[in-house]
Every structure is written in structure tokens, then in C-alpha cells.
């Protein structure tokens, strides 16, 4: 992996460890499109002491937090929430693309590159003054975790923070998420000359 990623929340890991999860992710060139530098993730997925590893981090930081409930972003925010969520003995809510959920939801939509989208939640599954701590893999530009945060609060919920196991500083995406707590475990620096 390259020297651009910095450990943040896994500082609370021996060093050697935080850097066997930095490791475990994997750089793929040209993928999806020429010119992307993809972060695959699927490695530190399948490996146990990694992925628990990361799982703590994240619990370390819901603990702090103080939140009463877990949601996910479709699809991999499913697959770290869950497991954070069964940690704190709490329910995890998954915030799921438009139409893969049974009626009554509640909807958000927001602006992508090329059109548009939208993320739902069950109506009634969340209760209202919940705290609630948001879970993705990845914090890009922002759009789909600003959309999960108003959709919390849309339906009663309180954002208590949101987390992601990686953020890529060059897209500002933090930007979009002001006035809520952000936590990322590892960060992708902006490259030399921007």
C-alpha cells in the first residue's frame, strides 16, 4: 500500500497491527475506469485478525460516541455495521438504495456525478431520539453519507457521528458532513501537487 495512508482511530491498535489492516487494503489501477486508483477492501474482509481488528475500532468509537442503534450504507456499510452493532449489543438499520425495501419507507434523494439516487429506511424501525451511528467503508465525496445523515434525522434520529473505515482526503468530502462528528480509521492524503 502506499505511504499516503496515515492511521487515525486505529491508534488504539498496537502499531504492527494498525498497519497489517493499512496493508490488507489493496490498491487496484484502473479500476472501475481508466485512471481510478480503487481501494479494495475485500482482502481485510476476509481476513479474521484484520477484520476484528477494525471492528474494535469502530466499537471504540461508538462507545464514545454513546449511540443506541447501528446503520450500514448499502452494500459494505452492511457488512461492518452489522458486526459493530452485534459487538454493542445493538440494532443495526440498514440504509438501503431506492426500492429494495418493502413499503412504508422513508426516502432521500441526492445528486451522483451522472443523475441521481436515493437511500431509504424502513418507516417506524428507527426510534425517534435515537442515537444513532452511521457506518460506511469509504468517505468520498460525501454525497451518500450527507444523504444517510438527513434521512436519520428525516425520520426522529439523532446522527451521533459517522464512520468510515477510509477516507479520501482529495475529494473533500468531509466538507459536505459540517456539524456532525466524523471518524475515519485510515485517510488517503491529498497527492503532492493538489
Not at 441526492?110 to 443523475?115: P, T
Given at each position: 500500500?502506499?505511504d ?5 482511530a486505529?491508534s488504539g491498535l ?7 489492516v493499512?496493508d490488507?487494503i489493496?490498491d487496484?489501477?484502473d479500476f ?7 481501494k479494495d477492501i ?9 477484520l476484528a481488528?477494525?471492528?474494535?475500532a469502530?466499537?471504540?468509537l461508538?462507545?464514545a460516541d454513546?449511540?443506541?442503534v447501528?446503520a450500514g ?5 452492511f457488512l ?10 445493538l440494532?443495526?438499520?440498514p440504509?438501503r438504495?431506492a426500492?429494495k425495501?418493502p413499503?412504508?419507507?422513508e426516502?432521500?434523494s ?10 431509504e429506511l424502513?418507516?417506524?424501525t428507527l426510534?425517534p431520539?435515537a442515537r444513532?451511528l452511521i457506518?460506511?467503508d469509504?468517505?468520498?465525496?460525501g454525497?451518500?453519507?450527507a444523504?444517510a445523515?438527513?434521512?436519520?434525522e428525516q ?6 457521528g ?10 473533500h468530502?468531509?466538507?459536505?458532513l459540517?456539524?456532525h ?6 485517510r488517503v492524503g491529498?497527492p503532492?501537487?493538489?
Open positions: 500500500m502506499a499516503d495512508i496515515t492511521d487515525v486505529l498496537l502499531p504492527e497491527r494498525a498497519t497489517r493499512r490488507l489493496v487496484v489501477p472501475p475506469s481508466p485512471g481510478i486508483l480503487f475485500t482482502p481485510l474482509l476476509a481476513d479474521a485478525e484484520g481488528d477494525v471492528i474494535e469502530f466499537t471504540r461508538a462507545l454513546g449511540v443506541d447501528v450504507m448499502e452494500a459494505r456499510g461492518l455495521g452489522t458486526p459493530v452493532a452485534h459487538a454493542l449489543g440494532g443495526f438499520l440504509l438504495k426500492g425495501l413499503p412504508p419507507t426516502s432521500v441526492y445528486d451522483l456525478e451522472y443523475g441521481s439516487a436515493a437511500i424502513r418507516s417506524g426510534t431520539g444513532v457506518i460506511d469509504v468517505l468520498a465525496t454525497g451518500t453519507a444523504a445523515a438527513q434521512l436519520v425520520c426522529g434520529g439523532v446522527v451521533a459517522l464512520a468510515f473505515l477510509l477516507e479520501l482526503e482529495a475529494l468530502g468531509r466538507d459536505r459540517q456539524g462528528n466524523v471518524d475515519t480509521l485510515l491529498t503532492s501537487g493538489d
